[in-house]
């Protein structure tokens, strides 16, 4: 639960980014900017600074992706590609400049586990799911109330339609432009949580390009996880499992390059991506394209 906690949440905004038909590849750069945001904010040891100046990052980029993919209609392939170019260059280069070339010493206060009361004690499922950190009830929380803003008002009506009938909401008067923004802005600021989830949660410290695919990750995940949100909760757990593994497997100590062990949750998204090939993915029909 705790490794897939930070895939969860950006799988998640990106859900609901790609229902509107947009495709954010920019988000391995949303979350590695929401780290670095995090670093910035809780540099005076406040966590909840901390994870308000990572939303705000993730804000700030999905912002700058929505100015040329949104706005200015740009191809979103190439815009996502050129935030994730952007974002690692300027984070690497505002880190070293701040906390120099290495940044050895830097350590950052961390939340820790926050047993719930009563819910702990269930046995097996207890301190499995509920004696976690505070983003992993975040992302409880998130799942269900995605759902059903997506599938039980007008606005999640209104944002699946423009994912699967650009042309019919055009004509019925809906604003494409406005329902997307607002969807890049949720996206962005769950992956900027991502992020900060990532240095306040789990390792305490920053280092650069330390998203490592993670938000390519989590576009797999709502891939396989068919663009709804329970599903792509699932598939993210699945994800969590395999990185997971890889400490594991490190630290059974077996005499084999630890680079392996790296690459399971990578080696596991092309096999996840490779078991849809030659079925019907129930993709968005207007997934990519400018509205």
């Given at each position: 639960?705790?490794?897939?906690?930070?895939?969860?949440?950006?799988?998640?905004?990106?859900?609901?980014?790609?229902?509107?038909?947009?495709?954010?590849?920019?988000?391995?750069?949303?979350?590695?900017?929401?780290?670095?945001?995090?670093?910035?904010?809780?540099?005076?040891?406040?966590?909840?600074?901390?994870?308000?100046?990572?939303?705000?990052?993730?804000?700030?980029?999905?912002?700058?992706?929505?100015?040329?993919?949104?706005?200015?209609?740009?191809?979103?392939?190439?815009?996502?590609?050129?935030?994730?170019?952007?974002?690692?260059?300027?984070?690497?280069?505002?880190?070293?400049?701040?906390?120099?070339?290495?940044?050895?010493?830097?350590?950052?206060?961390?939340?820790?586990?926050?047993?719930?009361?009563?819910?702990?004690?269930?046995?097996?499922?207890?301190?499995?799911?509920?004696?976690?950190?505070?983003?992993?009830?975040?992302?409880?929380?998130?799942?269900?109330?995605?759902?059903?803003?997506?599938?039980?008002?007008?606005?999640?009506?209104?944002?699946?339609?423009?994912?699967?009938?650009?042309?019919?909401?055009?004509?019925?008067?809906?604003?494409?432009?406005?329902?997307?923004?607002?969807?890049?802005?949720?996206?962005?600021?769950?992956?900027?949580?991502?992020?900060?989830?990532?240095?306040?949660?789990?390792?305490?410290?920053?280092?650069?390009?330390?998203?490592?695919?993670?938000?390519?990750i989590a576009i797999?995940?709502?891939?396989?996880?068919?663009?709804?949100?329970?599903?792509?909760?699932?598939?993210?757990?699945?994800?969590?499992?395999?990185?997971?593994?890889?400490?594991?497997?490190?630290?059974?100590?077996?005499?084999v390059p630890y680079?392996?062990?790296?690459?399971?949750?990578?080696?596991?998204?092309?096999?996840?991506?490779?078991?849809?090939?030659?079925?019907?993915?129930?993709?968005?029909?207007?997934?990519?394209?400018?509205?």
């Amino acid at each position: 639960m705790r490794t897939a906690t930070p895939l969860a949440l950006a799988a998640l905004g990106e859900l609901v980014v790609e229902r509107a038909g947009v495709i954010n590849i920019g988000l391995e750069g949303i979350v590695l900017g929401g780290a670095f945001g995090a670093l910035l904010g809780a540099g005076s040891n406040n966590l909840v600074l901390g994870f308000a100046a990572g939303c705000v990052a993730g804000l700030f980029i999905a912002a700058l992706f929505g100015v040329f993919a949104v706005s200015m209609r740009s191809d979103q392939i190439i815009t996502g590609t050129a935030i994730n170019l952007l974002v690692l260059g300027l984070t690497g280069a505002l880190y070293r400049g701040l906390y120099g070339a290495t940044g050895a010493a830097l350590t950052i206060p961390t939340t820790g586990s926050v047993p719930l009361p009563l819910l702990v004690r269930i046995p097996v499922l207890g301190p499995t799911f509920f004696d976690q950190p505070p983003p992993t009830y975040l992302v409880y929380l998130v799942a269900p109330v995605l759902w059903w803003w997506l599938y039980r008002t007008h606005a999640g009506l209104a944002i699946r339609a423009i994912g699967e009938r650009l042309e019919s909401v055009r004509v019925s008067g809906v604003n494409v432009p406005r329902w997307r923004w607002i969807t890049l802005l949720v996206g962005g600021a769950l992956g900027g949580v991502a992020g900060a989830t990532l240095v306040l949660s789990q390792s305490g410290t920053f280092a650069e390009g330390m998203s490592a695919g993670r938000g390519f990750i989590a576009i797999a995940i709502v891939v396989l996880g068919r663009w709804r949100p329970i599903g792509v909760l699932v598939a993210s757990l699945l994800f969590g499992a395999a990185s997971a593994l890889q400490y594991l497997f490190q630290a059974m100590g077996w005499n084999v390059p630890y680079q392996l062990f790296l690459a399971i949750p990578y080696v596991l998204t092309l096999l996840a991506l490779a078991g849809f090939a030659g079925r019907r993915i129930e993709a968005p029909a207007a997934l990519g394209r400018a509205g």
